[in-house]
């Protein structure tokens, strides 16, 4: 059974940068595509970024694209999201999403494709 674990949300100022991490346990995280989402106080739950089950292909929200970085590292089990330039809008609960996949270059957009979540972790960004 694959279990996800999100960390490394917290409070910052407006133009700081934070990583969050998603530790996956369970078996073969190099045949899963992941993705983070986000949600803010009284909005849907809004896609953030995806990446590919061999990290050759990414997509990104318009919203945070040349800000944010998602990776896959394989050595450690682990899905990153690098945020740069954080602004205030980024604010939410960020959330990593997982899915098995046989094909190696799709990436998914969508809650409905994702199978494993994380349970979220806190940003909050001050202006």
């Known amino acids: 059974q694959v279990h996800l674990v999100d960390a490394g949300g917290g409070l910052v100022q407006a133009g700081a940068s934070l990583r969050l991490s998603c530790a996956f346990s369970?078996?073969?995280?190099?045949?899963?595509?992941m993705g983070w989402f986000r949600q803010a106080p009284g909005k849907e739950r809004e896609f953030v970024a995806a990446?590919?089950?061999?990290?050759?292909?990414?997509l990104y929200a318009d919203s945070v694209k040349g800000g944010f970085t998602i990776s896959k590292n394989s050595a450690e089990n682990t899905a990153y999201l690098q945020m740069c330039s954080l602004k205030p809008e980024d604010t939410g609960v960020y959330y990593c999403?997982?899915?098995?996949?046989?094909?190696?270059?799709?990436?998914?957009?969508?809650?409905?494709?994702?199978?494993?979540w994380g349970q979220g972790t806190q940003v909050t960004v001050s202006s």
């Open positions: 999403a997982g899915r098995m996949t046989q094909r190696n270059n799709v990436f998914y957009a969508t809650p409905e494709a994702y199978t494993d």
């Open positions: 369970g078996w073969n995280f190099n045949g899963y595509a």
């Open positions: 990446i590919s089950r061999t990290s050759g292909d990414t």
